[in-house]
């Protein structure tokens, strides 16, 4: 991979081609690995177990803590080494029990990541324009199928999810919206009047089609911008 020549695996010797096996002890399969182990980390040091060429050796890395943005665009400081993928991609064969603990995973990571999105547009961290339409949803759509088949279906079920948990949102259109009135029901013993419903229930189509418009008007904004 690359190396920043200002950071510290560079200064703890590290070269370009070395590939990691460990850090601290915890075996590294994949590049989201040393990431996750790198951040989440409690020694101030690291102690990698690298492969150069036919040996391997061991280097002693101390994480520097930079500032730097998150996905939202939120100021955040974060520990790095100084280290950029090679770009080579590899195979992870997983068993049925751990084909289905990785698909788990992924799909709470996703929700995860989508319900803080919502939040993060509802307090204003995100800006409206950064909403996609179908527009957008396509686009993607065509860079990921570019990307190979793995990529495409990995898109589509983070689409899958998205939709999931969009559907349970308390809006009146959705069944997020019916879960709503169904809980009203149970604490209150009556059910909401067929008026206020009626009132929900345009309110939320009427939030619904403002979003799918918003999404609409910034893919187009971005096509013009392009």
């Known amino acids: ?37 790198v951040t989440q980390s409690s020694s101030p040091i690291l ?15 101390t994480p520097k803590i930079i500032e730097s943005k998150n996905i939202f665009g939120e100021s955040i400081s974060k520990k790095v080494i100084g280290i950029a993928p090679k770009g080579d991609f590899v195979d992870v064969h997983y068993g049925f029990v751990g084909t289905i603990e990785y698909a788990f995973d992924e799909t709470i990571e996703a929700t995860t990541m989508i319900v803080k999105g919502i939040e993060k547009l509802i307090t204003g961290v995100v800006a409206p324009d950064q909403i996609s339409g179908v527009i957008g949803i396509v686009d993607i759509t065509s860079q990921a199928s570019s990307m190979g088949i793995v990529a495409l279906l990995f898109f589509t079920a983070l689409i899958s999810v998205n939709l999931g948990v969009a559907n349970l949102l308390p809006i009146p ?31 939320g189509w009427a939030m ?17 911008l392009k």
Not at 15 to 28: P, S, V, W
Not at 47 to 61: F, M
Not at 178 to 187: A, G, P, R, S, T
Not at 208 to 224: A, E, K
């Open 208 to 224: 619904l089609f403002g979003l799918m418009f918003l999404g609409l008007y910034n893919d187009i904004n971005r096509l013009f």
């Open 173 to 203: 259109a959705l069944d997020g919206g019916h879960i709503m009135f169904n809980l009203y029901e149970m604490i209150t013993s009556k059910a909401p009047s067929e008026t206020v419903l009626y009132k929900l229930t345009v309110v």
């Open 1 to 37: 991979g690359e190396l920043n020549s200002t950071l510290p695996a560079y200064e703890a010797g590290l070269k370009k081609g070395d590939k990691i096996l460990e850090i601290n002890h915890q075996t590294i399969t994949t590049w989201e690995d040393i990431g996750v182990v």
């Open 47 to 61: 102690n990698l177990r690298v492969q150069r060429g036919n040996e391997n050796i061991s280097i002693v890395v």
